[in-house]
């Protein structure tokens, strides 16, 4: 059984630039949702993807997009990069029949804006 | 709303020395809680998870349990080894809900 993969592991991205980070789920898994961690805080919820369609958004703004594939595969898109986007970007997997059972998350994307 | 408080760290203890990490919550409902553990340069791995009141979950040694009356969810062991080193994260998920509330984890460093 194959983990969630997330890739890069690091970008280095200029303010204002466009980044695409992403995303394998596990095997099995037909659920992807995506979280921002922020140095030394907990992450926090962008987005989760169902079907190919979002299912579900937290606090973040419109120039944080995604996709999802058939092969339940994901990308995170983020336009007009901030230096406060500077974060690990983590990747989460789930069944959509068990969610209460956890996530499966890969080990992120570390995304610096200068 | 949701919410989840833990325990400020850093916290710092002696190999085979007893470890709480403090975790409450704030949900409407009846939530599943968990705990997650991160180790330096890796992503989450889930640790343990309770998904109804009196529930106690366990893993490596760990162990947690779901008090609704106290909304709590603290997490123990009874003789920490240098290698469960890393950051702890409490969080919780709203039956049928779709995203995970974290708090903003806790530091552990073992030291030999």
């Known amino acids: 059984e194959t983990g969630v993969t997330q890739s890069p592991t690091h970008l280095i991205k200029t303010r204002g630039q466009q980044v695409t980070l992403r995303c394998s789920s596990q095997?099995?898994?037909?659920?992807v949702s995506w979280y921002q961690q922020a140095l030394g805080q907990g992450p926090q919820f962008i987005f989760q993807?169902?079907?190919?369609?979002?299912?579900g958004r937290g606090n973040f703004p419109p120039r944080f997009s995604g996709l999802q594939f058939p092969n339940y595969s994901s990308e995170l898109n983020v336009n007009a990069l901030e230096l406060d986007d500077s974060a690990l970007y983590l990747c989460?997997?789930?069944?959509?029949?068990?969610?209460?059972?956890?996530?499966?998350f890969g080990s992120g994307t570390r995304l610096t804006v200068v | 709303g949701n919410s989840v408080t833990q325990m400020e760290g850093p916290v710092t203890l002696s190999e085979e020395a007893f470890l709480t990490i403090n975790c409450t919550y704030t949900?409407?409902?009846?939530?599943?809680l968990f705990w997650y553990v991160q180790y330096p340069g890796e992503g989450l791995q889930l640790l343990l998870k309770?998904?109804?009141?009196?529930d106690k979950g366990s893993n490596k040694g760990f162990e947690a349990t779901y008090r609704k009356e106290t909304t709590s969810f603290h997490l123990e062991k009874g003789s920490v080894q240098v290698s469960d080193s890393a950051v702890y994260f409490c969080?919780?998920?709203?039956?049928?809900?779709?995203?995970?509330?974290f708090g903003t984890g806790t530091r552990l460093t073992v030291i030999p």
């Open positions: 969080a919780l998920i709203q039956t049928g809900a779709n995203n995970l509330f």
């Open positions: 989460a997997s789930s069944s959509r029949r068990s969610p209460n059972y956890g996530y499966t």
């Open positions: 993807y169902y079907r190919e369609e979002e299912n």
């Open positions: 309770a998904t109804k009141a009196d």
């Open positions: 095997s099995g898994h037909n659920t």
């Open positions: 949900a409407t409902g009846y939530p599943s």
